[in-house]
């Protein structure tokens, strides 16, 4: 609809999205390291201490390289930004 404003729409959404995702993760890693024996204010064993180690640094590595890849072929540069405003103009123009 042309005039209508939808920024909250779009902030509380992601924000939504990203409760959601911080819930799922936390679930997910509570979940292996219960299967691989973790027990709160004790030593742990070795294997849940690789889970901890693997989900602060390999986790997150990986998946900043997925993130770069997927960057890297999202080509948005000035060119690219400029005749996508030259076409919502163009839009606004002929309605």
Known sequence: MPGLRNDGFQYAFISLGNKIGMAIGTSVLAGVLGSFGYVA???QNPAVLAVIKHSFTTVPGVLWIITAA???FYRLNKKAYNRIVEE????KRTE
């Open 41 to 43: 204010n004790q030593q």
């Open 70 to 72: 997927v960057l890297y």
């Open 88 to 91: 919502i103009q163009e839009r």
